[in-house]
């Protein structure tokens, strides 16, 4: 058994050969939110096109899932594709979708059968429509899965989902089905695209950026932030514990003063 420094976290056996986090009660995150980068520079690295870097990917999106269950998360949100990714290139925007879709087709029955629910996070008119309609699909299959909330955040950006639901707000207001004066955090986060998945606790960027880029704005108001350098090719459930590891060691205060 090993002691990692500084947390709370302990390391046993597991039976694939590795190691698999043993948390004490309550330092779990119970929403992570992982924003999925440094695909095309892991493929730039190794003198490959951009597309296999996405690519690449998949098979680290299921090991992470895995971690997660491991781990005791109940809520997993993956940054796939943002409202500003239609700026790229036509042919990478494709692809990147078109993978998406695969993996959904290739590993919905295997998410299914180990009870992830699954949600779609962003807007739903402009993606293709046979990603559209699978993303939809998933979401039916799994709707009483109770295991996971896995969230695909595809075709989303913080600001236009705030604008959406303000917009929303503003129409029940002028129709007089609202009081304006009653609108509340309940009342907005009613209104977004997963109002039942629970604010973020721990943020993961991947690649080295440090920024947020957009995304889950008002569910990370208090969430913690962690960065790393590992490229999203090379992450994996390792990568997710040591930064879960690193959460279960910080202090929380949520505006309260700290400890002495």
Known sequence: MQQMAGTSVSWGPHPSGGWSPLWAPGRVPAHVALIVDGNGRWAARRGLARNAGHAAAVPRLLDTIDGAVEAGIRHLSFYLFSTENWLREPEEVARILEIIGGFVTDNQAALHAKGMRALWCGRRDRVPDALGRTLAGFEQLTRDNRTMDLVFCVDYGARDELLR????????????????????????TSRLYQPGVPDVDLLIRTSGERRISNFLLWQCAYAELYFTDVLFPDFDRFALWEAVADYAGRERRFGKAGAA
């Open 165 to 188: 639901a303000a917009a929303e707000l503003a129409r029940e207001a002028a129709d007089g089905r609202l009081n304006p004066d009653c609108i509340d955090v309940a009342s907005l």
